[in-house]
Each structure stands twice: as C-alpha cells, then as structure tokens.
C-alpha cells in the first residue's frame, strides 16, 4: 500500500484506506495536552468555540511544568486559571505540584500514550511519544482549543526521511549524542513538515530513555514527528505503564520515502551543539577550551532514569569544579524518587550539585538557573537559542548527561575520557 | 483580502524565543506581549513597526517552540503579513489558525529589502514591490486553509460549520 509508518497511523485515524503525501486530512485524537503557558491561552479561544463539554475528559492532559512550582504571580494565577478550567470540565488527567512532572516525561510514565496513538500538544516536544510507536506532535493553542472541542485535528501527510540505524553506539555515546549528530548533519530544517522514522537492526541496541531523547529532538530538525517500530524494549515500556489498548503499525515494504539515511551507530562521537542554533555541532574532540559557569541535567530530553544513573556515574567520588554551577532535574516524581532509592542522590550531593523538584525551569529561561549576561552553560535540553536560558548575551552548549556531568567536574567543556 | 506596508527584514531561523522571549511567557494578553516582540535580536522593532507592515524573513521562520503567544504577539504589533522562504511548521500552523496571513515565497524573501513599499494580495498570492518596482507570485493557500483565514482563525471556521 506504500504508506509509511506515520501515514498508516494517520490514515487509520481519518478513516481512510490510503492517505498520500501532501493531503489534508482530519484525524480523531487519542490525546490532546497543554501546559500552563499554552493552555490558557487555549482556554480563552475553548470559551470563543461555546461547547459546553469538552469532547472526552480522559483524553486531555495538562500539565502545569514550565513556571511551576509557581515562579512568580503572574504564574500562579495562569495556573490558577487552567485549574479551575480542568476542575470545571472534570479533566481527569491535570496533574498539581506533587504529581507533575515534565509533560514528556510523565504522560509515558503514566500510560497516557500508546503505541498507534493520535497525540496532539500545545507543546513542540510533544513529539517524543514517536519511541512509543504513536503519532504525536506540536500544535498551538488554538488546536489544543478545537481539540478539547472536538476530538480532532487537521494534518497535511507529511513525507518521510528513513534513518536506517546499524550497529551499535560505543562507550558514553548515548541516545542524545546520536540526534545531536543527525541535526548537525541535515540542519534545523532538514526535516521540515516531514516524519523522521527510524529503522534497522541498530534500534534493537537503543533503550527506551534513549528512544525517548531521539523523538524529543525530532522538532529540532524542524520535523513533523519522529517515529520508531514497536518492539519486544517498547512493549516491555507499555506493558508496565499503561492499560491502554494499543496498536502496532508497521511501514509498508513499498514505503515511499523522499530520502534515505544510513548511520552506522558505532562511528558517532560524543557530540555538542554550540551557540545559537542546535545544529552548530561539534565532537567532543573538536569542542577546544570553553569554560562554563553552569551545568544543567534534566529536561524532557534528558530526566529520566537512566540520564540520572548515567550522570551519576561520572559523579562517583568526584567534585563539581568550584566554578560552577551544577543542578540537576530529574524529570518526574517517579525518576525522583528512583533516583533517590537507588543512592544517585547522594553521589550528586558529595559531588556537590544541586538537585531539583521537577520542572522546566532553566531549559526555557524560566526559573531555577538562569544566566546572567556573558555566561555559559553545558546542558542537556534542546535548544541553544539567543537568550534561552537567560540573559541574551548568556550562551547554551547542548549535550548528553555524561558530558555535561564530566564538564561539571572539569569547569569546562569535556569528556568523561578526560577526568 | 489585501496588505499594503513597509518591509521589515529578517534573515534565517528566526525561533520563537526572539520573537517572543519565554521570561514573558507569563501573561497571554497580546498587548503585553505586543510590547515584548523581536526585543532579543531587534530592540527598535517595537519602536520602528506601523500598522500595516510586512515582516520578510528567509528559511524556517518561527522555528522552536509551539507558542501561539508568537505570531499573536507579530500580529498585534500591527504586521500585516509574513513572507518567508520557509515556515516552521508549527508556527505555520498557528499562524493559519489565529489568521495571520502568512506566504512562502523564496524570491520575494530573497530580494525584498528592508524599508521596501509592498503589496500583497493573498487570495491570488501576488506580491508587488513597489521599491524595486518587482512582483513576485507566492503559492496561495488550499482551499481548506482559505476557509480558516476566511473565518479569521480555526475558532471561527470551527464554530461555523459546528452549527
Ligand atoms: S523541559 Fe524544556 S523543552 Fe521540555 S517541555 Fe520543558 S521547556 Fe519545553
């Protein structure tokens, strides 16, 4: 039927037999999130539409995570205002301080997604759910809006790029190492409106979290979404989060796809994006001498458990470098307090490093380490933008858990390999 | 539907953390938000734009997060419309969901100047420099998409044919 792995999800949520590059369609949806700077703006154009009900109160999520624990007032009466919205409309799924997480982090934790979904967000992140095997993607607030109206959105068809993964990553080369590679290789629009679906025997060697970090950074190439199989490592992830039924679609062996990309695992190096854009990338051995006066471990990129154990790592029985700022943000309550059973805590607290409750807080400049003018920081977000993380004359180094733990130590930019 | 104004100019990848930092994020009132556009790579923007104008920028326009504060913010600063080689997509979406009209056009982005007198008229996509005295064709949007800017937004068109 030649339809790709996205355009076979699509289709089946359009209600069609076949759906071609190019066509606009309207999918019904299995989710719809917002996070408190999208969602009240959503809520004001919701009000506009004049439904009563929104479509279907399991199937919408918000997740109060950028400004939260609340940074200031304004913050607080956004959060205000969607919380008495999503108790007006008995959203099940809002999740207060206490529960939260890292949107992308948590929805998977929590089984909100699943493989063959439909997922829409008033996020651009919100395309990490691809590793589950689900079409999701970024929106704004106005479709998050006619979502919770409807149950739908519009989509054009996108193309695929095929990444075909073989063998295996080395040695402190992660998930993050890998798409940092692929986005300094075909640049921040290289994927532009397209899906990027990841394929090979190489994807059998990668773990979820680092599934999980690949999706996330699909949008930082300008994709649609980024997809890969469901496998026994996905099913596994499922089976244990969610008691959703779920679907597993598969590319058609006539796929059409406008370009192909083979990457052989074993060749990628530890790799950094320098300021201002995420495909201005270096690797490791290439990155010279940059101080830095911050270091930052966390995000819906790189929260999660094994980013932590990874960090942790490197930490064990060493010290932050006195110059530098080192925090560390595990991505949900769960990964917190995983991380703190399992000792991580108190390595990164010898080490002395500064740990979190979760939120986005300095990934968008937010709160919690924001940088004051002429400063760097490495971190494992996702994007290195001018003034991202604070003051705009204040610099971003994007890179894995294990980098940014080893520059921590070594008060600049570096490797493990050097420590 | 028509647009007549000067030509600000930007180049490639603008992200939507320039165009509306995030440290603003708390409040979603345009005006505020208004008042903030373009500060981190242009400080004069707010001061030198007029109702009417037209923003011309090169590839991926609008790259970055999904904030819809973005293009609200472009569009309450009084742009009348944004022509670049390449949008982002979620910024394009948004742009055609809260009616900002938007045209991609890569000769138009890359000979159009800074300071330029434009026209343009986005039923036929045609774009007349009067500066230059050059005219450009962009493509038009689909058909469904001309429904939506027709009906000022997604909000619009959702509620018409909700009826
Ligand atoms: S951690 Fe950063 S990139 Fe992820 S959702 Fe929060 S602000 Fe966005």
């Known amino acids: 039927m030649k339809m790709t792995m996205t355009q076979k999800i699509l289709a089946k949520h359009a209600n069609l037999e076949f759906v071609k590059p ?18 009240p703006v959503a809520v004001k154009e919701f009000r506009k539409i004049g439904v009563e009900k929104v479509f279907d109160k399991e199937k919408i999520a918000i997740v109060p995570d950028h400004f939260c624990p609340n940074k200031d007032i304004k913050s607080a009466e956004q959060v205000k205002f969607i ?10 799924n809002f999740f207060e301080v206490g529960q939260m997480g890292i949107e992308h982090a948590l929805l998977p934790e929590k089984g909100l997604v699943t493989a063959g979904d439909v997922v829409i967000g008033a996020d651009s992140h919100t395309c990490t759910y691809g590793a589950l095997g689900a079409f999701s993607t970024g929106v704004g607030s106005t479709d998050m809006a006619s979502g919770m109206a409807t149950g739908k959105a519009w989509f054009k068809i996108p193309e695929a790029i095929k990444f075909t993964l073989n063998n295996k990553l080395s040695k402190n080369v992660s998930g993050k190492d890998l798409i940092l590679h692929i986005i300094g290789m075909i640049g921040v629009d290289g994927a532009l409106y397209k899906s990027m679906e990841f394929v090979g025997e190489g994807i059998k060697t990668l773990s979820i979290d680092d599934r999980f970090t690949i999706a996330n950074m699909a949008i930082e190439a300008g994709a649609k979404n980024g997809i890969f199989p469901v496998d026994d490592i996905t099913l596994e992830y499922i089976k244990e989060h969610s ?5 597993v679609f598969e590319a058609d062996e006539d796929a059409i ?16 994006s320098f300021p201002h854009l995420p495909d201005n990338t270096r690797t490791i051995d290439k990155v010279g001498n940059i101080k830095i006066d911050q270091s930052v471990i966390g995000s819906c990129t790189n929260g999660r458990i094994q980013d932590m154990r990874e960090a942790a790592e490197v930490f064990k029985g060493r010290k932050v470098h006195p110059e530098v700022r080192c925090i560390i943000f595990p991505a949900t309550q769960k990964i917190w307090k995983q991380a703190m059973n399992e000792g991580l805590f108190d390595i990164f607290i010898d080490a002395g ?8 807080g300095p990934c968008l400049g937010g709160h919690m380490g924001i940088l004051a003018k002429g400063e760097r920081a490495v971190s494992t977000t996702n994007r290195n933008f001018v003034g991202r993380m604070g003051h705009p004359e204040s610099e971003v180094y994007l890179a894995s858990p294990i980098v940014a733990a080893a520059s921590a130590i070594l008060g600049r930019i570096g490797s493990p390999d050097e420590l | 539907m028509k647009a007549h104004g000067k030509v600000i100019k930007y180049g490639n990848n603008v992200d939507t953390d320039v165009i509306i930092p995030a440290r603003y994020l708390n409040t979603s009132d345009p005006a505020e938000l208004a008042s903030h556009c373009m500060e981190d790579i242009d400080s004069e923007f707010v001061n030198k734009v007029n109702k009417g104008d037209v923003m011309v920028a090169l590839n991926n326009f609008g790259c970055g997060s999904s904030r819809e504060h973005a293009p609200i913010a472009i569009k309450e600063s009084g742009i009348s419309c944004v022509i670049a080689n390449t949008f982002a997509r979620i910024f394009y979406r948004n742009a055609v969901n809260i009616g900002l009209p938007i045209l991609e056009c890569e000769q138009a982005a890359k000979e159009i100047n800074e300071g330029d007198q434009v026209t343009v008229d986005f039923d036929s996509g045609i774009i007349i420099n009067e500066t230059q005295n050059k005219q450009y064709t962009a493509q038009p949007f689909p058909p469904f998409m001309q429904e939506i800017m027709k009906s000022e937004g997604l909000i619009g068109y959702i509620k018409k044919n909700m009826k």
Not at chain 1, 23 to 39: E, S
Not at chain 1, 83 to 92: D, H, I, L, P, Y
């Open chain 1, 83 to 92: 919380r008495e919205f999503a108790k007006g409309m008995e959203v099940s």
């Open chain 1, 243 to 247: 008691t959703k039924p779920y679907e």
């Open chain 1, 22 to 39: 190019g066509q606009l369609i309207m999918a019904d949806l299995d989710m719809v999130l917002g996070n408190d700077i999208t969602t």
């Open chain 1, 257 to 272: 796809y406008s370009k192909e990309i083979i990457i052989d695992l074993s060749k990628i190096k530890m790799t950094v």
């Open chain 1, 353 to 360: 490093a500064a740990i979190s409750t979760p939120t986005c």
